[in-house]
């Protein structure tokens, strides 16, 4: 009887150091003041923050931007020993703004809105702010801009990684082709998150252009929900067991980014 007392006694001094490490949820919008203040800054310095748009993606959802960098802060939280900050769900949409159920924020009002958001996370003890963009267009050079300018006044750090770009070698390596906004890379990552979210049955080739090389042409709204990167490619005719792959090697990927950067500020002494 008394093995068995010891063995539940540590037993549950483990289990309370062990909560002790560990946040209840990585979710900012999920955690309770106290128990943020107890993690950050001193055992979490780390935020991530989401953001995104709502605009046409083909076959899959109109908030693709959104559904995309959320599931990867989820899978990368952990292992980085971050927080999640909620997701920024509208943004700069630009030339595909005028497709039903797409909302477009201006440039004037997004900027100073991106902002604030970062100086609040900084504000609140965070010192690598991780911004998992989920849209490009100008909101691209928009944040990356802010997020320097932010670095630079408050002495944090920002990192704005565009998953679709930084990956583009990963989705050669599995598809063999480049995909394309709302291209089978995007599409392939919405599947392996929420599969009800695709709808393959519905794609047509009217459904794709290919974006103009050299800026040889500009039209808007663009005139088709998929542009791709190269004629002739995008259609979702990847399996499950792909789609899952291609999940995996890019969270790898943006992981051992976001790892070594943060390595390297700290070796620095930033």
């Not at 310095?45 to 605009?55: A, F, I, W």
């Not at 990368?76 to 909302?103: C, H, K, Q, R, V």
Request: net charge negative.
């Amino acid at each position: 009887m008394k093995v068995i007392q010891t063995f539940l006694l540590l037993f549950s001094l483990n289990s309370f150091c062990f909560a002790q490490q560990n946040p209840s949820t990585r979710e900012m919008d999920r955690i309770n003041w106290m128990e943020f203040a107890e993690f950050v800054p001193e055992k979490i310095n780390t935020v991530l923050l989401p953001t995104g748009t709502l605009e046409p993606h083909g076959v899959a959802n109109n908030g693709a931007d959104n559904t995309t960098p959320t599931a990867m802060a989820l899978e990368l939280a952990d292992e980085l020993n971050a927080l999640i900050a909620p997701t920024l769900n509208y943004g700069i949409t630009g030339s595909m703004a005028n497709y039903p159920g797409a909302f477009q924020i201006t440039e004037e009002a997004y900027r100073p809105f991106i902002r604030d958001i970062l100086k609040g996370l900084s504000r609140n003890g965070f010192k690598n702010i991780i911004i998992l963009n989920g849209h490009g267009g100008g909101q691209t050079a928009v944040l990356q801009e802010v997020a320097g300018e932010v670095a630079n006044e408050l002495g944090v750090r920002t990192l704005v990684i565009n998953w679709w770009s930084y990956a583009s070698d990963v989705t050669m390596e599995v598809f063999g082709e480049d995909g394309g906004h709302a291209g089978l890379n995007e599409t392939a990552y919405i599947q392996a998150i929420d599969p009800s979210l695709v709808h393959p049955e519905k794609y047509t080739e009217d459904m794709t252009t290919a974006y103009p090389q050299n800026k040889s042409w500009s039209a808007v709204p663009f005139p088709s929900s998929i542009g791709l990167y190269q004629a002739g490619q995008g259609f979702p005719n990847f399996d499950e067991a792909q789609a899952k792959e291609y999940f995996e090697k890019v969270n790898t990927k943006v992981l051992a980014l976001i790892q070594d950067t943060i390595r390297k500020w700290d070796l620095a002494g930033l």
